[in-house]
C-alpha cells in the first residue's frame, strides 16, 4: 500500500489560511489522493479528492504538485471549528478495490482564536 | 436525517461478556465497513461488506464476527471480550465506484472493557 507523511501537528489562527501538507512519494499512477478529517468525538468526515489538477469545493481546497509525490490541504479562512485530525489518504489499489481507507497517524490541526 | 448511525453510543462490559454493536445506513449504499481506533487514536479497518458479502477480514481474531443482514446494516458481535477490545468502533458506508467513492461514517461506539 502506497503510504503517505504529514506533519503530526499543526497551529493556526483564527480566519487564516492553513497549508497542510502530505507527501506520498510512492503513488502510483492511477492513485487518488483523498482527504478526510476527524473533528473531536467523531467519526471522520470527507473533505475532498483529486487525481492529478487541483481540485476545490465548499470546503477547501487541494493543490496537488506536478510529479504527484505531495499535495497540500488548503483551508482559507481557518474557523475554530475546524480543529480536527486531517488525513491524507491514498486510495488503496492493491487489494482489487475493495475500498478500504488506509489512515496515518493524521495532522492535527489547532487553531487559535 | 442521520446517515450512518450506531448503536449504542456507549458500552461498558466486563471482560468475558458478548456484546453486539448495531450499525444502519440510510444513504442507499451498497458496501458497508467497520474500523476500530484504538487509544493511540489509529484508525484501522476490520471488515468490510458488499451487497451483504463479506469482501474485507482484516486478520481480526475470530471473537469478531460481523453480519450484514441487508445492505442498510451491518453489525458487530464481539464474544469473550478482553481488555484490549477497549476502543472506538466506526462504521461507515459508501458506494461501491473505485478509487472516487466517498465513505461516510457513523458517530462511533465507545467499547470499554472492564
Known amino acids: 500500500d502506497a503510504k503517505t507523511t504529514q506533519p503530526n501537528s499543526m497551529e493556526s489562527n483564527e480566519e487564516e489560511p492553513v497549508h497542510l501538507p502530505c507527501n506520498h512519494s510512492?503513488?502510483?499512477?492511477?492513485?487518488?489522493i483523498h482527504w478526510y478529517r476527524q473533528l473531536p468525538s467523531q467519526g471522520p468526515e470527507y473533505v475532498i479528492h483529486?487525481?492529478?489538477s487541483n481540485v476545490n469545493n465548499r470546503m477547501a481546497s487541494l493543490a496537488i504538485a506536478e510529479d504527484r509525490k505531495s499535495s497540500t490541504l488548503i483551508l482559507h479562512r481557518a474557523t475554530l471549528r475546524d480543529a480536527a485530525v486531517y488525513y491524507c489518504?491514498?486510495?488503496?489499489?492493491?487489494?482489487?478495490?475493495?475500498?478500504?481507507?488506509?489512515f496515518g497517524q493524521g495532522t492535527t490541526l489547532q487553531v487559535k482564536p | 436525517d442521520t446517515a450512518v448511525s450506531q448503536t449504542p453510543k456507549y458500552l461498558v462490559t466486563q471482560m468475558g461478556n458478548d456484546k453486539s454493536i448495531k450499525c444502519e445506513q440510510n444513504l442507499g449504499h451498497d458496501t458497508m465497513y467497520w474500523y476500530k481506533q484504538d487509544s493511540k487514536k489509529f484508525l484501522k479497518i476490520m471488515f468490510s461488506y458488499n451487497n451483504k458479502e463479506l469482501i474485507i477480514n482484516e486478520t481480526v481474531p475470530n471473537r469478531f464476527s460481523p453480519k450484514s443482514p441487508d445492505k442498510a446494516h451491518l453489525n458487530l458481535h464481539i464474544n469473550s471480550l478482553e481488555l484490549g477490545d477497549s476502543a472506538v468502533y466506526f462504521c461507515?458506508?459508501?458506494?461501491?465506484?473505485?478509487?472516487?467513492?466517498?465513505?461516510?461514517f457513523g458517530p462511533g461506539t465507545r467499547l470499554l472493557v472492564l
Open positions: 483529486g487525481l492529478t
Open positions: 510512492t503513488i502510483s499512477g492511477t492513485d487518488y
Open positions: 489518504i491514498l486510495r488503496d489499489k492493491g487489494s482489487g478495490n475493495t475500498g478500504k481507507l488506509i
Open positions: 461507515a458506508s459508501s458506494q461501491f465506484r473505485r478509487e472516487q467513492e466517498t465513505q461516510y
